[in-house]
């Protein structure tokens, strides 16, 4: 047989589903935040670009569910189930929720990063997903890319070089 | 507000001429600035989703130097001058008269960040004084901040506004680019004027077309 990786590109306030040898990977994160839930077992992984913290923000109804850390770490959880992954044995990885710009401005538009990073892991609690590391807040932007066969998540960025978590 | 249904044709060219006043005046004060002939393209305006925006300047991976700044008083919004580092590293060094000046050389040095901070300071300021001539609006921009890092996590700064009421942007993009240095249009310099969604409302109440 033969086995081509491909990797699975996720756009900004989107999710995907990835097995192994394939790859999966989101670029340009800054105040976002990539989440990956995974089944090490199975070795799937789900990635998520998350943009806000909470769908109560949202003043349109039927947005984009992947929009938001609620509505979309529970959408992703569904596609994952829908792999036939079992909740209890998922496990997460997130990174993102920089804040590219300082300002004095009391706006809360402008702490949306550290939000963002709240939000993601209190859905992850809500769920019983262990959260095994992180590399959130700073100043810089941050690409992503989770390989689930070894479970690593590969974080690169302009200013601080390239890490893996 | 779901600004998506109620925008036509003629509301697009009103942000086009928008685009057209602002970054006229902003091409001339960098021209000024540079000593340099500095040419504009026709603005575009158009309402792309997200994921298309991060394409508008290469691709949100693409390592630019941006200056962000925020929109307040009779309209919000967010404003980005953003320059492919190329570009940057001409213009600072021409400014800072340094010709070993490298935006990719850590690290940078305070005079060059200053400078660019300024550069950026100058131009959208004449930008939204155009914009606020043309219109009688009252438009006071924040103090601009500055970082070189991926199109896409500066860019975003700018949708978190935006993304609460919508899964479009409706950007108003100018590209500025040395008539003397022949380049491609992805490493052109942009100014995006990303209006939000209240405020479109009131600029084409102002202009007659609401």
Same mark, same amino acid.
């Given at each position: ?25 989101? !670029? ?5 935040? #990539? ?6 077992? =199975?070795?799937? +992984? ?25 509505? #979309?770490? =529970? ?5 994952? =189930?829908?792999? @036939? ?19 004095? !401005? ?14 993601? =892991? ?15 807040? #700073? ?9 689930? +066969? ?10 601080? @070089?390239?890490?893996?978590? | 507000?779901?600004?998506? &249904? ?15 006043? $602002?970054?006229?005046?902003?091409? *001339? ?11 504009? &393209? ?15 300047? $290469? $691709? ?35 400014? %800072? ?19 660019? &901070?300024?550069?950026?300071? %100058? ?18 921009? *924040? ?20 993304? &609460? ?8 993009? *100018? ?5 003397? %240095? ?29």
């Amino acid at each position: 047989m033969i086995v081509s990786n491909t990797i699975v590109k996720v756009g900004i306030a989107q999710m995907d589903v990835v097995k192994a040898p394939n790859t999966i990977r989101t !670029s340009g994160l800054g105040s976002c935040v #990539g989440v990956v839930i995974y089944d090490e077992t =199975k070795q799937i +992984a789900g990635l998520i670009h998350v943009m806000l913290p909470d769908s109560s923000l949202g003043k349109v109804d039927a947005t984009n569910v992947a929009k938001f850390a609620d509505t #979309g770490i =529970k959408a992703l959880l569904d596609l994952l =189930k829908a792999e @036939g992954v079992q909740t209890f044995k998922l496990k997460a990885k997130i990174a993102g929720g920089a804040q590219m710009f300082q300002f004095t !401005s009391d706006k809360s538009s402008m702490r949306i990063g550290p939000r963002n990073v709240e939000a993601v =892991k209190n859905e992850l609690n809500k769920y019983k997903i262990p959260l095994i590391s992180e590399d959130t807040g #700073g100043n810089s932007g941050r690409t992503i890319e989770f390989n689930p +066969a070894t479970s690593k998540l590969n974080i690169r960025t302009v200013n601080r @070089g390239v890490s893996e978590i | 507000m779901n600004f998506n &249904q109620k925008i036509t044709s003629l509301h697009l060219d009103v942000l086009k001429e928008i685009g057209n006043i $602002g970054a006229a005046h902003a091409a *001339t004060a960098l021209s000024d600035l540079l000593s340099k002939k500095i040419d504009m &393209q026709v603005p575009k305006v158009e309402m792309v989703t997200f994921d298309h925006m991060m394409e508008l300047a $290469g $691709g949100s991976e693409t390592v630019v130097v941006g200056v962000f700044l925020r929109i307040e008083g009779d309209i919000e919004g967010s404003m980005f001058f953003i320059l492919p580092i190329e570009q940057a590293n001409r213009f600072i060094r021409r400014l %800072i008269h340094d010709d070993a000046f490298d935006f990719y050389k850590a690290p940078v040095s305070e005079l060059a960040l200053s400078a660019m &901070q300024e550069m950026g300071n %100058i131009l959208s300021g004449s930008y939204l004084s155009a914009l606020s001539d043309f219109t009688k609006l009252k438009i006071y921009p *924040t103090v601009p901040g500055l970082s070189v890092d991926m199109f896409g996590a500066i860019i975003s700064t700018g949708l978190i506004e935006l993304s &609460q009421v919508s899964d479009h942007v409706i950007v108003i993009n *100018t590209s500025i680019f040395e008539e003397d %240095i022949a380049v491609s249009e992805a490493v052109h310099g942009h100014f995006f004027l990303l209006p939000d969604p209240d405020s479109f409302a009131t600029i084409f109440k102002v202009l007659g077309v609401s």
